[in-house]
């Protein structure tokens, strides 16, 4: 790890992001450890996709740095910036839908060397078995679980230093979110750090170290996941208290 | 554009401004310091401005991507040819003949819409593309039902009743019923079609109606147009209604910028002087070059202003009083 | 009397089930809300009734007449109006003009009075401008007026979307989360309107929302959703604290929320 | 019946050239939306490049086939980056209408006189043509080599595109350029790369049409362009069976509206099969109708 970086994986400062003449981010700040687990909890258009989109390069700010290893990345193209060892799993999965289970997982270690493929597979069926049973259909065939789990499993196969997941429990049960959300712990505890977008903001405050509250563009409330599960604003917003 | 009370408002302003100038047009001509040749390239330029406002309305204002304009061009052209062979030339025929034209284009393009405008965007294109090479094809087997159509050799002994009178005020006509069209509450209806076609049905429009409507007219002037064609160039060859035809008027409608009449009016002019203004321009040994220029002029604009001339704007006396800007 | 009858509504999309046997009436002058988690099939309701799908079976009935398959712009001259999720406006055509085509299936002048501007063409014009005008002003964009609509910022879309809505005079209002992304200040300003223009109009309002404060605040009786299915119906405060819809909606475990 | 499968094979020749083209197409508008004009001209530079290959510079049909296959690449790459490239998030229109400048640029560039001039030329035949006789159905050694040579490539398209790691980055991008992205794939190389294996198939195919139909011109790339893009949109846009399954069909239905009903007649019944064919099946034989998000 470089020196400047003092153990912050990535720091977002100042961020803003317009489209066309409407603008989605208001220039935001945050920051996610080494080891850490941190995540985005807002409503529906508050600019959380937005800004994984512009960390992993996706969309280009229009002011603000991103910084990744203390390394400007802002302005860099997205495939650049996955060969750094930060990943996006993308909200609604995205799946290559025609394409085998295999393939695409395949896909998600493009930049690793071929070598190391198989190995890299057969730990991340340590952590999603299912899809080894699964390796030959095509992506279309599997249920909006495995699916999820399809896209996490695509995502640690470039072995990333960081993983962003973007509302990783949409449509899903709540047996199943509950068994993501389990994974996604479990992932962290094996060393990857996590940012996490959601909408779920009981499962989000549970798994996450450290929370940042947006709302229409802007951080308005950060702090650690026991402070904000008893923030009254939060409860009120978020929880439906 | 913000006419007061005292000033002439724009609409009048531009009315004296057109006679005017086309007084001065017609004083040159009959004096002939512009030469026939010049005045059958202005006479093309009304054209072909007749045909682009067409397809503006298909494609700008309606959103419906048509390569097979030339296709209706060609209907037009023959349909009134047709009728003045027939009847015998005179100004009568010549009217009866550009209604004709447009009537016939209209009524085609009518059937052939009504299914293929269920198609989308590239397929759509595709569709009208495959169309016009049809047509293309019956022109050139034409003479085995109609011998005076000529099919490939092309058609004959058509009178040579227009001239550049005609073209100019049929082009103005055009234009003005363009204009009320696109400002009024159909206009508003075809381009929500544009714009979204879900939101459209959404808000009451019935969008099956407003395609079909938009691209019947829009076929209809090109049929006035090939009318007015066959009657400036008394010959008609199939080769002269293809693809290429096509592309070229979409050229224009892009060039002046989709949905603007203004922009279409720019266009048409600037580019039929352009390519004929080169023919006069360059030296004889380089002529071939012509058509190596007027290519990469449209892909160096396209790269430079992808909106064309003018993307979406008017000149202010192509709006009506209501649709002019309060300030 | 109910004003929209849903009976029995399925809907497939290939193999997936997306609503499923869906039975709701709703009276007029109602105001309901339609609630649940993303991927329930909230939308596909709405796109339901007003014409956008035609159901795999059940039947809908406005005002006692059957209105499934029909197209959506008859379904909208019967006097329902919508506003969608992710705002579509006629990005190219300005404030003005994105309402007064919402009018446009009134008009009676047609194609030939419009090109030769007749008095009838005039007065029509009038009318519809008026009209239009009057709404931008209830909802405060009359300063806009001339500004294409894709250039406004996003709360004043979803004003100006809703103005679109309510220029037909329609009698059911659909509203597809006309909260999504506005702040909390924003959002207080919402319910107000909601409130206000179901009063001034006459309306009745069926509404899909996330946030569970425009949904206690302003319904009057909500339905939960879950998997295409209704899980529940109720007054807001009861439907809170329905141990099923805590668990499908806010995604906790039942036991824990009864701890 | 010897008539009949005299016509077929003659049809499935044609085809066969068609689907070289075609390919092209399908793949460009797989990956970028955009209707490239321009494919039928890099057929036709294919087709000049086999006959400078073999008549000027002496080379076997073999190594001729292979001049111009990575001639046309690199001509398609070159279109791409120079006038494509920089209107990928232009309006489509512009993009569409660039293509037809790139397309008319060629056309009436090779026409002048010190390039490839508007006269046709006889196209070189190094070997002598020899007819074999099955069963009252004549086939020639050029025949077999179309059949052969164009058999060859697209086995070797479909191995590629499907077993390979940039074959399916190319897939990846055709169906989510974003995502690609994510995955870490640098989506315009992959769009290069498509740009030039198409173009090398559409050069292959120009080579091709030279033997079978043996007289070129600068503007013979113009119908059989619009008729390989008409098989692409036939067989369902954007995949890979698709073209070749669509050009097989025209080139069937155009040589049997030949020899059954009409030759002025062919484009016409060939274009009203496209249409009849959308107006049925929207997205193609085998295309996957799409459904609008609401």
Redesign the interface.
């Known amino acids: 790890m470089t020196q400047q970086s003092n153990g912050v994986l990535l720091s977002v400062k100042d961020l803003v992001v317009s489209y066309g003449a409407i603008r989605a981010l208001h220039g935001i700040s945050f920051e996610v450890g080494e080891g850490e687990v941190v995540t985005l909890i807002g409503a529906n258009g508050a600019g959380k996709s937005t800004t994984l989109n512009a960390v992993s390069g996706l969309v280009r700010p229009s002011g603000g740095e991103i910084r990744f290893l203390g390394r400007r990345i802002d302005g860099k193209p997205g495939h650049a910036i996955v060969r750094l060892g930060l990943t996006q799993v993308p909200e609604g999965r995205r799946p290559f839908l025609g394409m085998t289970v295999r393939e695409n997982l395949q896909l998600g270690a493009f930049n690793r060397p071929k070598s190391e493929i198989s190995e890299t597979m057969d730990r991340v069926f340590k952590s999603f078995p299912r899809l080894k049973e699964r390796l030959g259909q095509t992506a279309g065939t599997l249920s909006g679980g495995e699916l999820q789990m399809l896209a996490m499993a695509r995502g640690l196969m470039a072995r990333p230093r960081l993983m962003m997941l973007d509302e990783p429990s949409m449509g899903l049960s709540p047996i199943l979110v509950q068994e993501i959300f389990s994974i996604i712990s479990e992932i962290n505890r094996q060393g990857t750090s996590i940012l996490l977008v959601e909408q779920n903001a009981y499962m989000a405050l549970r798994v996450a170290h450290r929370v940042y509250v947006l709302e229409t563009g802007e951080v308005v409330l950060s702090g650690t996941a026991a402070e904000l599960r008893e923030s009254p604003r939060v409860k009120s917003a978020y929880l439906g208290e | 554009m913000t006419g007061t009370r005292r000033r002439l408002s724009p609409g009048w302003l531009a009315l004296i401004v057109t006679v005017l100038a086309y007084a001065a047009l017609q004083t040159l001509m009959s004096t002939k310091v512009i030469n026939p040749y010049w005045q059958q390239v202005a006479g093309l330029a009304g054209i072909m401005a007749v045909s682009a406002l067409g397809l503006n309305l298909v494609y700008g204002y309606t959103g419906q991507f048509s390569l097979g304009h030339a296709a209706f061009y060609g209907i037009g052209a023959y349909a009134s040819a047709l009728v003045t062979r027939s009847l015998g030339p005179s100004i009568w025929t010549l009217l009866l003949g550009i209604a004709a034209g447009a009537v016939i284009a209209g009524l085609v393009a009518f059937l052939i819409g009504l299914p293929i405008l269920r198609l989308r965007s590239d397929y759509l294109a595709i569709a009208t593309l495959g169309f016009g090479i049809i047509m293309k094809v019956l022109f050139d087997n034409s003479d085995a039902v109609i011998p005076m159509m000529g099919g490939s050799a092309g058609m004959t002994g058509i009178a040579r009743l227009t001239n550049f009178a005609w073209v100019f005020v049929f082009a103005l006509g055009a234009t003005v019923v363009l204009r009320n069209l696109v400002f009024s509450s159909v206009g508003r209806a075809l381009v929500s079609v544009r714009e979204d076609e879900l939101a459209a049905e959404a808000v009451g429009i019935n969008t099956t109606k407003y395609k079909t409507l938009g691209f019947t007219l829009g076929c209809m002037y090109a049929g006035v147009a090939g009318a007015l064609y066959a009657h400036l160039y008394a010959y008609l060859n199939p080769f002269n209604f293809d693809f290429l035809k096509s592309i070229d008027v979409l050229l224009v409608v892009v060039l002046g910028g989709l949905g603007s009449i203004s922009g279409t009016l720019v266009a048409a002019v600037a580019w039929t002087f352009l390519l004929e203004g080169l023919r006069v321009a360059l030296p004889a040994s380089i002529q071939d070059w012509r058509m190596v220029i007027y290519p990469l002029v449209m892909v160096v604009f396209m790269i430079f202003r992808p909106g064309g001339l003018f993307s979406g704007t008017e000149f202010g006396f192509l709006k009506p009083r209501s649709a002019r800007r309060r300030t | 009397m109910s004003l929209l009858d849903i009976r029995g509504l399925t809907m497939k ?1 290939g193999g997936l089930v997306a609503v499923k046997d869906f039975t709701v009436s709703i009276d007029a002058h109602e105001l309901v809300g339609l609630i649940g ?3 329930a099939g909230k ?1 596909t309701v709405f ?1 339901l009734v ?4 035609a159901p795999v079976a059940g039947t809908i009935e406005f005002q006692g007449r059957r209105i499934q398959g029909m ?3 008859r379904v ?2 019967l006097g329902i ?2 506003t ?1 999720q992710n705002i ?6 300005s404030v003005l ?1 994105n309402v ?6 009134r ?1 009676e ?3 030939v009075h ?4 007749s008095p009838k ?1 005039r007065h ?2 009038k009318r ?2 008026d009209r239009a005008l009057e709404l931008l002003s209830i909802l405060g964009l009359d300063q806009r007026r ?1 500004e294409l609509a ?5 709360g004043e879309q979803r004003r100006l979307e809703i103005a ?2 309510l220029v ?1 005079d329609p009698k059911l209002l659909l509203l597809d ?1 006309p ?6 200040s ?1 959002v207080g300003q919402l319910m107000e309107l909601i409130l206000s223009i179901k009063e001034r109009f006459n309306l009745t309002v069926f509404l899909i929302e ?4 425009v949904v ?1 605040g302003v319904c009057e009786r909500v339905v939960v959703m879950e ?1 295409g299915e209704i899980i529940c119906t109720g007054k807001p405060e009861q439907v ?1 604290c329905d141990p099923k819809v805590v ?7 039942a036991e824990e929320s009864q701890q | 019946m010897s008539y009949f499968l005299q016509q077929l094979i003659n049809g499935l020749q044609l085809g066969f050239v068609y689907a070289l083209i075609a390919l092209g197409y399908t793949m460009v508008y797989g990956i970028v939306k955009l209707i490239n004009f321009a494919h039928g001209d890099v057929f036709m530079v294919g087709a000049y490049l086999g006959f400078f290959a073999m008549a000027n510079w002496a080379l076997p049909f073999p190594v001729a086939i292979l001049v111009a296959m990575v001639g046309c690449a690199v001509l398609g790459m070159v279109i791409e980056r120079l006038a494509y490239k920089p209107l990928r998030n232009a309006p489509r229109i512009s993009a569409l209408i660039t293509a037809m400048g790139v397309s008319l640029f060629i056309e009436n560039f090779t026409n002048l006189n010190f390039v490839f001039g508007p006269a046709p030329r006889a196209f070189p035949r190094p070997f002598a043509v020899r007819t074999f006789n099955l069963g009252g159905v004549s086939i020639t050694n050029i025949t077999v080599i179309v059949f052969g040579v164009s058999i060859l490539l697209m086995v070797a398209l479909t191995w590629f595109v499907n077993s390979t790691k940039t074959g399916r980055a190319m897939r990846a991008v055709s169906m989510d350029k974003d995502t690609s992205r994510l995955m870490g794939i640098d989506v315009d190389r992959i769009i290069t790369i498509t740009f030039g294996i198409g173009s090398a198939l559409a050069g292959a195919g120009g080579v091709l049409f030279g033997f079978a139909y043996p007289q070129i011109q600068p503007l013979m790339g113009i119908m059989p362009g619009l008729k390989a893009f008409v098989a692409a949109v036939l067989g369902g846009i954007g995949i890979i069976p698709g073209a070749m399954l669509g050009a097989v069909i025209m080139g069937v239905v155009e040589t049997f509206t030949s020899a059954y009903v009409s030759s002025t007649l062919r484009d016409a019944v060939a274009f009203g099969v496209l249409i009849i064919v959308l107006l049925v099946r929207p997205t193609g034989i085998l295309g996957r109708p799409g459904r609008e998000k609401v």
């Open positions: 999309f988690p993303n991927g939308t796109n007003t014409g956008m799908h197209r959506p712009w909208y001259a109006a919508r969608f579509r406006l006629f990005g190219m055509l003009d007064r085509v919402a009018d446009h299936h008009g002048a047609g194609l419009s090109i030769l501007r063409f029509e014009e519809t401008t001339d894709r250039n406004l910022p996003y679109r809505a037909s989360e909260a999504a992304g506005m702040n909390p924003e996330h946030q569970m404060k206690m998997f809170q668990e499908a909606y806010l995604g906790v475990q």
